[in-house]
């Protein structure tokens, strides 16, 4: 099964020629606004899941009641039990539309597993909780080990973005793709994202920016996992979105089994 996150570039698209399984879209843009393009993918028969980008859960600022109350009934209206963030801050005072890693430290664990304690217990569901990229960070354990203990912990599912381990694996040298999901519960995984990655040699560092073609060991450990795991696999493409050729190739990618 493959899903695509929907964009706005997307609106003019023939959506019924789309080779995706399921979409995936950002509760920001659809509160209290229309949503008669989300009711005519529901009524193609696919479903569609929620991926927030502000519920900051690496903040420091009190959770958003009032968004999560709009989410709720997102959720409701589109007949949905999945909602999703990042395992990150994107503002406090302000949004910034961007993502700031969480020092992998114990206390982090506790403060940030209580964040999203506190998102299911107002939503009265279990979210997911995406693996980010992150370009420079701080910590007393890996990337990996601070994600299972704060999952643990909460009590939470996993949204988990193989892409994002690559490029952090080649920006920090640390954690590779193979050894970061073999110590992942594959059990509190909901699904899988996917994206294009690009080396900007301004930094000299690898940019999540979901721009490219998914590259070939990516694929390969995201099909492994769905074909061991049945865990779906969703493909990101946000910038300089390609014609709906380019996206329905990349989708059959996604469908079609490896050799073991």
Not at 100 to 124: A, C, M, N, Y
Not at 140 to 148: K, Q, R, T
Not at 172 to 195: E, G, I, K, P
Not at 236 to 253: G, K, V, Y
């Amino acid at each position: 099964m493959a899903g695509l996150g929907y964009r706005g570039e997307m609106a003019n698209w023939d959506m019924s020629s789309v080779e995706a399984d399921f979409f995936e879209v950002a509760p920001e843009n659809w509160i209290k606004r229309d949503r008669s393009p989300l009711y005519k993918l529901l009524e193609s028969g696919r479903p569609v899941r929620l991926h927030g980008v502000s519920l900051s859960l690496g903040g420091q600022a009190p959770i958003q009641q009032e968004f999560l109350m709009d989410v709720r009934e997102l959720m409701k209206d589109l007949g949905t039990d999945y909602y999703s963030d990042h395992l990150a801050a994107s503002g406090d005072a302000h949004q910034l539309y961007d993502l700031f890693p969480i020092p992998f430290t114990h206390s982090e664990v506790i403060r940030i597993s209580d964040r999203i304690k506190q998102v299911q217990d107002i939503l009265g569901l279990r979210i997911a909780v995406e693996n980010t990229t992150y370009y420079t960070n701080v910590g007393e354990m890996n990337e990996v080990e601070f994600l299972m203990q704060v999952v643990e912990r909460a009590d939470c599912n996993i949204l988990l973005d193989i892409n994002n381990i690559a490029v952090n694996h080649k920006n920090h040298f640390l954690t590779d793709v193979h050894n970061f999901v073999s110590h992942v519960d594959m059990q509190r995984v909901t699904y899988m994202h996917v994206a294009g990655h690009e080396f900007d040699a301004r930094f000299g560092l690898y940019i999540d920016t979901h721009s490219q073609t998914v590259e070939t060991q990516t694929r390969e450990v995201a099909l492994a996992l769905l074909q061991q795991h049945h865990i779906p696999i969703l493909l990101e493409w946000d910038n300089d979105i390609p014609a709906l050729t380019t996206i329905n190739q990349e989708l059959t990618c996604l469908k079609t089994s490896i050799s073991t």
